[in-house]
Protein backbone atom coordinates (compact mmCIF):
# COMPACT_ATOMS: atom_id res chain seq x y z
CA UNK A 1 0.00 0.00 0.00
CA UNK A 2 3.06 2.72 0.67
CA UNK A 3 4.19 1.67 -2.84
CA UNK A 4 0.69 2.46 -4.45
CA UNK A 5 0.69 5.57 -2.88
CA UNK A 6 4.15 6.72 -4.22
CA UNK A 7 3.92 4.98 -7.08
CA UNK A 8 0.23 6.72 -7.84
CA UNK A 9 1.97 10.31 -7.18
CA UNK A 10 4.39 9.74 -9.13
CA UNK A 11 2.77 8.35 -11.77
CA UNK A 12 -0.14 11.55 -11.75
CA UNK A 13 2.24 14.13 -10.40
CA UNK A 14 -0.27 15.07 -7.93
CA UNK A 15 -2.69 13.20 -6.08
CA UNK A 16 -5.49 11.65 -7.78
CA UNK A 17 -7.77 9.52 -5.79
CA UNK A 18 -9.66 7.64 -8.25
CA UNK A 19 -5.99 6.56 -9.44
CA UNK A 20 -4.10 5.47 -5.55
CA UNK A 21 -7.54 3.76 -5.21
CA UNK A 22 -7.15 1.92 -7.93
CA UNK A 23 -3.74 0.93 -6.92
CA UNK A 24 -5.01 -0.15 -3.91
CA UNK A 25 -7.69 -2.68 -4.62
CA UNK A 26 -5.14 -3.97 -7.68
CA UNK A 27 -2.51 -4.60 -5.05
CA UNK A 28 -5.08 -6.62 -2.96
CA UNK A 29 -6.20 -8.66 -5.92
CA UNK A 30 -2.47 -9.88 -7.02
CA UNK A 31 -2.24 -11.03 -2.79
CA UNK A 32 -5.98 -10.96 -1.25
CA UNK A 33 -4.54 -13.32 1.61
CA UNK A 34 -1.92 -11.04 3.29
CA UNK A 35 -3.98 -10.93 6.35
CA UNK A 36 -5.65 -8.08 5.53
CA UNK A 37 -8.80 -6.90 7.97
CA UNK A 38 -12.47 -8.07 6.60
CA UNK A 39 -13.78 -4.33 6.36
CA UNK A 40 -10.94 -3.11 3.76
CA UNK A 41 -11.54 -6.41 2.10
CA UNK A 42 -15.29 -5.50 1.30
CA UNK A 43 -13.80 -1.86 0.30
CA UNK A 44 -10.90 -3.13 -2.04
CA UNK A 45 -13.84 -5.67 -3.52
CA UNK A 46 -16.44 -2.38 -3.50
CA UNK A 47 -13.26 -0.11 -5.33
CA UNK A 48 -12.64 -2.98 -7.94
CA UNK A 49 -16.63 -2.92 -9.70
CA UNK A 50 -17.55 -0.90 -12.59
CA UNK A 51 -20.04 0.79 -10.60
CA UNK A 52 -17.90 2.53 -8.23
CA UNK A 53 -18.49 5.83 -9.09
CA UNK A 54 -17.00 7.62 -5.46
CA UNK A 55 -13.80 6.41 -4.59
CA UNK A 56 -14.21 7.45 -0.82
CA UNK A 57 -17.97 6.30 -0.63
CA UNK A 58 -17.20 2.55 0.38
CA UNK A 59 -15.11 3.18 3.63
CA UNK A 60 -17.96 5.71 4.29
CA UNK A 61 -20.22 2.73 4.25
CA UNK A 62 -17.95 0.58 6.60
CA UNK A 63 -18.89 -0.23 10.55
CA UNK A 64 -22.09 0.47 9.43
CA UNK A 65 -21.09 4.38 8.76
CA UNK A 66 -18.73 4.82 11.58
CA UNK A 67 -15.60 3.92 9.44
CA UNK A 68 -12.39 2.28 9.95
CA UNK A 69 -10.06 4.02 12.51
CA UNK A 70 -7.86 1.48 11.80
CA UNK A 71 -3.66 1.79 11.03
CA UNK A 72 -3.74 1.04 7.64
CA UNK A 73 -3.76 4.98 6.60
CA UNK A 74 -1.04 6.06 8.61
CA UNK A 75 0.96 2.63 7.71
CA UNK A 76 1.06 4.06 4.44
CA UNK A 77 1.68 7.93 4.41
CA UNK A 78 4.88 8.59 4.70
CA UNK A 79 5.48 9.09 0.62
CA UNK A 80 3.09 12.28 0.68
CA UNK A 81 5.52 13.91 3.25
CA UNK A 82 8.58 13.22 0.68
CA UNK A 83 6.20 14.97 -2.49
CA UNK A 84 4.78 17.64 -0.83
CA UNK A 85 6.71 20.41 1.03
CA UNK A 86 4.01 22.70 2.58
CA UNK A 87 2.51 21.48 5.65
CA UNK A 88 -0.96 22.21 4.67
CA UNK A 89 -0.68 20.09 1.85
CA UNK A 90 0.79 17.39 3.87
CA UNK A 91 -2.32 17.59 6.28
CA UNK A 92 -4.77 17.38 3.15
CA UNK A 93 -3.17 14.49 1.21
CA UNK A 94 -3.00 12.41 4.29
CA UNK A 95 -6.14 12.88 5.53
CA UNK A 96 -7.59 11.94 1.37
CA UNK A 97 -5.44 9.25 0.69
CA UNK A 98 -6.51 7.53 4.08
CA UNK A 99 -10.30 8.52 3.81
CA UNK A 100 -9.82 5.83 0.65
CA UNK A 101 -9.96 3.37 3.37
CA UNK A 102 -10.59 5.02 6.81
CA UNK A 103 -13.25 7.35 7.02
CA UNK A 104 -13.30 7.55 10.69
CA UNK A 105 -11.47 10.65 11.74
CA UNK A 106 -9.34 8.52 14.54
CA UNK A 107 -8.12 6.66 11.56
CA UNK A 108 -7.31 9.81 9.45
CA UNK A 109 -6.15 11.69 12.05
CA UNK A 110 -3.63 9.24 12.76
CA UNK A 111 -2.65 9.68 9.22
CA UNK A 112 -2.27 13.14 9.30
CA UNK A 113 -0.21 12.55 12.31
CA UNK A 114 2.05 10.23 10.77
CA UNK A 115 2.91 12.28 7.97
CA UNK A 116 3.17 15.42 9.69
CA UNK A 117 5.93 12.90 11.99
CA UNK A 118 7.52 12.65 8.81
CA UNK A 119 7.40 16.08 7.29
CA UNK A 120 9.01 17.78 10.51
CA UNK A 121 11.64 14.74 10.31
CA UNK A 122 12.85 15.75 7.26
CA UNK A 123 13.05 19.77 8.61
CA UNK A 124 16.61 18.35 9.96
CA UNK A 125 18.10 19.08 13.53
CA UNK A 126 14.98 19.58 15.69
CA UNK A 127 14.85 19.04 19.72
CA UNK A 128 12.26 16.43 21.00
CA UNK A 129 10.75 19.38 22.75
CA UNK A 130 10.50 21.75 19.45
CA UNK A 131 9.13 18.23 17.38
CA UNK A 132 6.07 17.69 19.91
CA UNK A 133 5.78 21.21 20.34
CA UNK A 134 5.11 21.62 17.23
CA UNK A 135 2.90 18.18 16.57
CA UNK A 136 0.97 19.05 19.41
CA UNK A 137 0.12 22.37 18.33
CA UNK A 138 -0.76 21.13 14.20
CA UNK A 139 -2.95 18.15 16.03
CA UNK A 140 -5.23 20.42 18.57
CA UNK A 141 -6.01 22.05 15.47
CA UNK A 142 -7.06 18.96 13.44
CA UNK A 143 -8.77 17.29 16.06
CA UNK A 144 -10.80 20.45 16.62
CA UNK A 145 -13.20 20.00 13.83
CA UNK A 146 -16.64 18.58 15.07
CA UNK A 147 -16.41 15.38 13.51
CA UNK A 148 -12.99 14.61 15.11
CA UNK A 149 -14.99 15.53 18.55
CA UNK A 150 -18.44 13.64 17.92
CA UNK A 151 -15.84 10.33 16.69
CA UNK A 152 -13.86 10.32 19.22
CA UNK A 153 -17.13 10.80 21.58
CA UNK A 154 -19.00 8.18 19.93
CA UNK A 155 -16.04 5.73 20.77
CA UNK A 156 -15.70 7.17 24.66
CA UNK A 157 -12.53 9.02 24.11
CA UNK A 158 -11.71 13.02 25.69
CA UNK A 159 -11.64 15.19 22.88
CA UNK A 160 -8.42 15.52 21.26
CA UNK A 161 -6.97 12.25 22.01
CA UNK A 162 -3.94 12.50 19.83
CA UNK A 163 -2.93 15.29 21.15
CA UNK A 164 -3.43 14.32 24.52
CA UNK A 165 -1.19 11.35 23.72
CA UNK A 166 1.57 13.41 22.46
CA UNK A 167 1.42 15.20 25.48
CA UNK A 168 1.85 12.02 27.80
CA UNK A 169 5.10 11.39 25.56
CA UNK A 170 6.30 14.29 26.58
CA UNK A 171 5.87 13.74 30.19
CA UNK A 172 7.60 10.21 29.37
CA UNK A 173 10.69 11.63 27.72
CA UNK A 174 11.40 13.76 30.66
CA UNK A 175 11.44 10.63 32.86
CA UNK A 176 14.82 8.67 33.14
CA UNK A 177 13.38 5.36 32.24
CA UNK A 178 9.71 4.49 31.69
CA UNK A 179 8.27 0.88 32.34
CA UNK A 180 6.74 -0.70 28.91
CA UNK A 181 3.37 -1.47 30.88
CA UNK A 182 3.07 1.92 31.22
CA UNK A 183 4.32 2.58 27.18
CA UNK A 184 1.80 -0.05 26.83
CA UNK A 185 -1.28 1.54 29.35
CA UNK A 186 -1.02 5.15 27.92
CA UNK A 187 0.02 5.05 23.95
CA UNK A 188 -0.84 1.13 22.92
CA UNK A 189 0.66 -1.39 20.69
CA UNK A 190 -2.62 -1.96 18.86
CA UNK A 191 -4.34 -1.71 15.22
CA UNK A 192 -6.28 1.17 16.22
CA UNK A 193 -4.36 4.51 14.87
CA UNK A 194 -4.93 6.07 17.97
CA UNK A 195 -3.20 2.93 19.95
CA UNK A 196 -0.18 3.08 17.68
CA UNK A 197 0.93 5.83 15.65
CA UNK A 198 1.87 7.78 19.09
CA UNK A 199 3.84 4.88 20.34
CA UNK A 200 5.69 4.75 16.74
CA UNK A 201 6.60 8.71 17.55
CA UNK A 202 7.73 7.54 21.16
CA UNK A 203 9.63 4.76 19.84
CA UNK A 204 11.51 7.67 17.49
CA UNK A 205 12.10 10.61 20.01
CA UNK A 206 13.18 7.93 22.76
CA UNK A 207 15.94 6.23 20.25
CA UNK A 208 17.97 9.92 19.75
CA UNK A 209 19.15 8.67 23.19
CA UNK A 210 20.96 5.46 24.22
CA UNK A 211 18.69 2.60 26.07
CA UNK A 212 20.17 0.49 28.27
CA UNK A 213 18.08 -2.56 27.07
CA UNK A 214 19.62 -2.66 23.57
CA UNK A 215 23.18 -3.12 22.79
CA UNK A 216 24.88 -0.09 21.51
CA UNK A 217 26.63 -1.43 17.84
CA UNK A 218 22.64 -0.57 16.97
CA UNK A 219 22.19 2.81 15.73
CA UNK A 220 18.98 5.45 16.41
CA UNK A 221 16.93 4.20 13.76
CA UNK A 222 17.44 0.61 14.39
CA UNK A 223 16.92 1.16 18.11
CA UNK A 224 13.92 2.52 17.15
CA UNK A 225 12.39 -0.04 15.59
CA UNK A 226 13.90 -2.77 18.54
CA UNK A 227 12.12 -0.95 20.60
CA UNK A 228 8.86 -1.22 18.44
CA UNK A 229 9.56 -4.87 18.19
CA UNK A 230 9.88 -5.34 22.08
CA UNK A 231 6.49 -3.50 22.62
CA UNK A 232 4.58 -6.41 20.88
CA UNK A 233 0.79 -6.11 19.55
CA UNK A 234 0.82 -4.61 16.23
CA UNK A 235 4.62 -4.85 15.85
CA UNK A 236 5.23 -4.74 12.00
CA UNK A 237 3.03 -1.26 11.57
CA UNK A 238 4.17 0.31 14.48
CA UNK A 239 8.07 -0.66 13.38
CA UNK A 240 7.24 0.55 9.85
CA UNK A 241 6.29 4.07 11.56
CA UNK A 242 8.60 4.45 13.58
CA UNK A 243 10.85 3.47 11.08
CA UNK A 244 9.37 5.78 8.39
CA UNK A 245 9.55 8.62 10.92
CA UNK A 246 13.08 7.57 11.60
CA UNK A 247 14.45 7.11 8.23
CA UNK A 248 13.22 10.47 7.45
CA UNK A 249 15.26 12.08 10.35
CA UNK A 250 18.79 9.85 10.06
CA UNK A 251 18.72 9.16 6.12
CA UNK A 252 20.28 6.58 4.20
CA UNK A 253 23.06 6.04 6.37
CA UNK A 254 21.05 4.20 8.68
CA UNK A 255 19.55 1.75 6.60
CA UNK A 256 20.56 -1.89 6.91
CA UNK A 257 21.04 -3.81 4.28
CA UNK A 258 18.10 -6.13 3.45
CA UNK A 259 17.89 -9.88 3.26
CA UNK A 260 18.61 -11.44 0.26
CA UNK A 261 15.07 -11.35 -2.10
CA UNK A 262 14.58 -8.12 -0.65
CA UNK A 263 15.39 -4.81 -2.12
CA UNK A 264 16.47 -1.32 -0.05
CA UNK A 265 14.06 0.81 -0.57
CA UNK A 266 16.25 4.05 -1.47
CA UNK A 267 17.44 1.45 -4.42
CA UNK A 268 14.42 1.66 -6.21
CA UNK A 269 14.71 5.33 -6.71
CA UNK A 270 17.11 6.04 -9.12
CA UNK A 271 19.46 9.54 -8.64
CA UNK A 272 18.18 12.89 -9.95
CA UNK A 273 19.26 16.34 -10.12
CA UNK A 274 15.56 18.13 -9.53
CA UNK A 275 15.63 19.10 -5.64
CA UNK A 276 12.31 19.09 -6.10
CA UNK A 277 8.67 18.16 -4.54
CA UNK A 278 5.65 17.64 -6.79
CA UNK A 279 4.71 21.29 -5.98
CA UNK A 280 7.95 22.51 -7.22
CA UNK A 281 8.95 23.93 -3.62
CA UNK A 282 11.78 22.49 -2.08
CA UNK A 283 12.12 21.13 1.46
CA UNK A 284 13.28 23.05 4.04
CA UNK A 285 16.22 21.33 5.18
CA UNK A 286 18.16 21.29 8.23
CA UNK A 287 22.42 21.06 8.55
CA UNK A 288 22.36 17.69 7.78
CA UNK A 289 24.42 17.47 4.34
CA UNK A 290 23.70 13.57 4.06
CA UNK A 291 19.82 13.77 5.06
CA UNK A 292 19.56 16.45 2.18
CA UNK A 293 21.09 14.31 -0.39
CA UNK A 294 19.19 11.62 0.75
CA UNK A 295 16.19 13.54 0.66
CA UNK A 296 16.99 14.97 -2.53
CA UNK A 297 18.21 11.89 -4.51
CA UNK A 298 14.69 10.47 -3.36
CA UNK A 299 11.96 12.73 -4.97
CA UNK A 300 11.17 12.74 -8.16
CA UNK A 301 12.45 9.34 -8.93
CA UNK A 302 11.83 7.96 -12.46
CA UNK A 303 8.79 5.77 -12.77
CA UNK A 304 10.13 3.37 -15.08
CA UNK A 305 12.86 2.71 -12.39
CA UNK A 306 10.38 1.84 -9.97
CA UNK A 307 8.42 -0.24 -12.30
CA UNK A 308 11.34 -1.99 -13.09
CA UNK A 309 12.23 -2.62 -9.84
CA UNK A 310 8.91 -3.52 -8.02
CA UNK A 311 7.18 -6.19 -10.58
MG1 LIG B 1 0.17 -4.74 11.28
Known amino acids: MSRSVVQSLLAKQEFDEVDMARRFAEEYKKEPNRGYGMGVVTVFKKLLSPKCSDVFEPARAQFNGKGSYGNGGAMRVAGISLVYSDIQDVKKFAKLSAELTHSNSLGYNGAILQALAVHLALQGELSRESFLEQLIGHMEDVEADDKSLA ?161
Not at 217 to 237: E, F, V
Open 151 to 311: DARALGFEDLPFSRRLKKIKEFLELSTVPKSDVLYELGNGVAALRSVPTAIYSFLRSMGSDPDIPDHYNNLQRAIIYCISLGGDTDTIATMAGAIAGAYYGEEQESEPPDGFTRWGSLFKKNNKPETLDGKRHKCGSSEKRKKYQHEHLFPETETLRASCP
